[in-house]
């Protein structure tokens, strides 16, 4: 057994095999590969999926834009106004995902305000005429 400190402060025990898990995915273990031991690789997907929601739930709680372009791409239709449902109905359903799309949310989302800029065409007047 291993004890850490949560982030209130209080000294928790976990097994060791938790332990290994999160050192093993801090160290940027791929978590698709085969483990011989498969409980320690399942603990090992299920610890790099809760990480995947953290940095969801984070890019969510940014600006109301990044909440409805997720809301849009899990398609989700919610009519309650309160932010902390919304939260929880895309945390709920982000938890009910398999770890290989929620893998693929995560990088649409890290790639998302980079591929949206606008292109401001050329304007045929403005090129150089070669004589």
Known sequence: MAKIADEFGYVIKISD????????????????????????????????KR??????????KKSSKNKEFLIR??????????????????QHKLNKMHVKNVDKLNNIILHHGRTQKRKVPKHSKTRKIRK
């Open 51 to 60: 990480r995947l929601i953290i940095n969801i739930i984070a890019f969510l």
């Open 73 to 90: 791409k899990l398609k989700i239709k919610t009519k309650t106004k309160s932010k902390s449902t919304v939260i929880e109905t895309i």
């Open 17 to 48: 095999e938790d332990m290994l898990a999160i050192s093993l995915v801090d160290n940027g273990i791929n978590p698709y590969k085969k483990i011989k031991k498969k409980s320690l690789q399942h603990k090992v997907k299920n610890e790099y």
